[in-house]
């Protein structure tokens, strides 16, 4: 499928590009490039073929987000500069 420069300054306009004469002939070439390389894909017989998100096969590093109590309350309360036996004693801020 060929692309004219017209439609290639048609959409830089729209998309408030200021391009260079040379500049819409080479997107025009490239453009046209690419959409001769999908029209060629679209020939492709993929009636078989199950869709897929991703070719590429992504495994998580990240453990498993698991609940886990590690530490005591009163430990992590043994720190704080002020509780009340159970929470924080924090300064009010509003």
Avoid: W
Wanted: hydrophobic share 40%; no cysteine; aromatic share 6%.
């Amino acid at each position: 499928m060929k692309i004219s420069p017209e439609e290639v300054a048609k959409v830089a306009k729209l998309a408030r590009l200021d391009l260079s004469q040379d500049k819409i002939g080479q997107y025009a070439e490239q453009l046209g490039g690419i959409l001769d390389y999908m029209d060629k894909l679209a020939e492709l017989d993929t009636a078989d073929v199950e869709p897929m998100y991703t070719p590429v096969d992504h495994v998580s590093v990240m453990r498993d987000d698991v609940a886990r109590k590690d530490y005591a309350r009163e430990d992590i309360l043994k720190n704080a500069p002020e509780t009340d036996g159970a929470f924080f004693i924090v300064p009010r801020i509003v």
